[in-house]
C-alpha cells in the first residue's frame, strides 16, 4: 500500500498527522489554565460568587449582620433571630461562600 492513496493518516516524510501539534497545543493550554484556576480557588483568591448564586440564608445572616453592625437591633435581639437562622456568629459556616480559609 503506498502513502499516497491514505495522505490522512500519513501526510508527509515521516511526520505525525498535522492535526496532533493543534490538539497538544489545546490540551496544554486548558491544563495549564484550569490548573492556574484551580490553584486560586484554594487558596482564596477568586473572590466571592456572584449573587445568584448564595443562598437565601446567607443574605439574611449578612443582612442580620449589618442591622447588628450599625446598631438598629439589641444583642438578645440579633443572637436570637440568629439562633432561627441556625446561625452561630463567629464560628465559620463550610456552606459559606465568602469563607476564606486562615491565613498560614
Same mark, same amino acid.
Given at each position: +500500500? ?21 490538539? +497538544? ?23 466571592? $460568587? ?43 459556616? $463550610? ?10
Amino acid at each position: +500500500m503506498t502513502t499516497q492513496l491514505i495522505p490522512f493518516l500519513h501526510p508527509g516524510p515521516g511526520g505525525p498527522p498535522f492535526f496532533l501539534g493543534g490538539l +497538544m497545543f489545546l490540551l496544554l493550554t486548558t491544563a495549564l489554565v484550569g490548573g492556574l484556576l484551580l490553584l486560586l480557588a484554594r487558596r482564596g483568591r477568586l473572590g466571592p $460568587p456572584p449573587a445568584f448564586f448564595r443562598s437565601p440564608e446567607h443574605d439574611a445572616r449578612t443582612t442580620l449582620a449589618n442591622r447588628f453592625a450599625n446598631g438598629d437591633i439589641s444583642t438578645e435581639e440579633f443572637l436570637e433571630r440568629a439562633s432561627v437562622l441556625n446561625w452561630t456568629p463567629g464560628v465559620h459556616d $463550610p456552606a459559606d461562600p465568602n469563607r476564606r480559609p486562615p491565613k498560614r
